[in-house]
């Protein structure tokens, strides 16, 4: 068969192949609506009942815990309540298309307020692990996170102190993600100064895993907590 | 039947959307290529389908395929996917083929939804990782651009680049680089013609030859 012969009935073919399949049905790629997230601490030293409006289940939170996080329509506020001790605060948050929200309750004026730390992720990469730092105590200014002196000094060294930090200078409200390697770890916060939390154990952490370690405060001392990113099935 | 392949005697569990949702597309092709090999072979295919919808039984808006083993294909009515978990303890698969992107690529919006696929794929890869099954990935194939789901090479790109970094510890086979840019004929922007689809399957069964997570089955 010549060229002309085999072209005409390749598309002979594609005519019949096509015209066999021409009633599949369009369906949407990617989401009819995208997401968020959204994901609640009681850095407070008493339990915290979170309340939502619609579909999502409440919960209580306990002194010092990070919740998992909860997927909600991205184009809808988020409503509901947070209450604890006999104060109760109502929600409104509008969260954009694929932002992580962490809502902290922290100690306030009038029982507790609430602190909007928000995160627009640049990237996922599940050959690494992701850990974030979260900045949640008003008064730790310039804070940040190191790794602990293996040698148990009291890095007065500056050089050495330098070497081991893993981020620095995240002001109360923020936070700061970055990819390290799945190793055992052992971190200490620190703020403006010469204070230092105690070390928290981040033990063995996991390749493709997402992890936040806050710092907060608990009986007026910056403390650290930590936890897996977890999603609600 | 080739019996001297690695895939002989493994029993194969393969998912997908809508490129394995009509037999004469990929499904028929890579289960019969597989079969040749001496694997076992069941072929699910839910179109429409994205990666976390197979985690409880999801209906379709455009049908489904399934063959198990010698027996011929059937187009399922009220097509649904079920639930990965139901899937590899029934199956009790050596490992498991995914061949899905196109579904969560949101080719005809402007903005690439990383953080929605993320969670979709990281629920499904995690779930099939906690029965420890090994799994391997196929991503998209470049199509061809417009046609009626908007497709474009630069999305296609992203998206494949994207799966690549986040579907471990599947393995991840890389279909763009199986063909140049609009090489393989599609009827529609995004499903190819039926010699495609043939060319598609011979080269997804070479490159799972070499997948890392078919060496962990070998051992």
Wanted: hydrophobic content about 40%; aromatic content about 6%.
């Amino acid at each position: 068969m010549n060229r002309a012969g085999q072209l005409l009935l390749g598309l002979a073919t594609l005519i019949s192949f096509a015209a066999t399949h021409a009633d599949t049905v369009l369906y949407p790629t990617g989401p009819s609506r995208d997401s968020a997230f959204i994901r609640f601490v009681n850095a407070l030293d008493t339990p915290l009942d979170v309340l939502p409006e619609g579909e999502q289940t409440p919960s209580t939170l306990a002194p010092s815990i990070i919740s998992v996080f909860s997927t909600v329509p991205a184009d809808n506020p988020v409503t509901g309540a947070l209450s604890s001790a006999g104060v109760s605060v109502p929600v409104k948050l509008d969260l954009a298309p694929g932002e992580f929200v962490t809502l902290v309750v922290v100690p306030g004026d009038k029982g507790f307020e609430l602190l909007t730390v928000r995160e627009q992720p640049k990237d996922f990469n599940g050959l690494q692990t992701s850990v974030a730092f979260i900045n949640a105590d008003p008064r730790c200014t310039l804070g940040g996170l190191r790794r602990k002196d293996p040698h148990g000094s009291d890095g007065s060294q500056r050089k050495d102190q330098q070497d081991r930090v893993i981020f620095h200078d995240v002001n109360p409200g923020l936070l700061e993600r970055r990819e390290v390697n799945p190793i055992k770890l052992s971190v200490q916060g620190f703020c403006d100064g010469p204070l230092v939390t105690a070390p928290l154990n981040l033990d063995l952490l996991e390749r493709g895993e997402r992890y936040t370690v806050l710092i907060l405060s608990q009986n007026g001392k910056p403390t650290l907590v930590f936890a897996k990113d977890v999603f609600a099935q | 039947m080739a019996t001297s392949s690695v895939l002989a005697g493994l029993t194969i569990l393969i998912i997908g959307d809508s490129h394995l949702a009509t037999p004469d597309f990929l499904l028929n092709p890579l289960h019969e290529a597989l079969s040749r090999q001496g694997a076992q072979v069941h072929s699910l295919g839910i179109c429409g389908a994205n990666a976390g919808d197979w985690l409880k039984a999801t209906p379709s808006p455009c049908g489904g395929a399934e063959r198990r083993g010698t027996a011929e294909a059937t187009v399922l009515v009220g097509a649904s996917t079920r639930p990965i978990g139901d899937l590899l303890d029934s199956d009790k698969p050596d490992f498991t083929l995914i061949v899905m992107g196109d579904t969560m690529a949101s080719y005809d919006k402007p903005s690439f939804p990383k953080a929605w696929i993320w969670k979709q794929t990281d629920s499904l890869v995690k779930a099939i990782a906690a029965h420890h099954t090994p799994c391997v990935w196929v991503g998209p194939n470049w199509g061809s651009e417009g046609g009626m789901y908007g497709k474009t090479y630069d999305r296609v790109k992203t998206m494949s680049d994207f799966l690549a970094k986040n579907v471990a510890p599947c393995s991840y086979i890389d279909s763009l680089q199986f063909s140049s840019k609009g090489q393989w004929a599609t009827i529609d922007g995004q499903h190819l013609t039926r010699t495609g689809y043939q060319t598609w399957s011979e080269d997804i069964v070479k490159a799972l030859l070499q997948a890392p997570a078919l060496k962990a089955v070998e051992k």
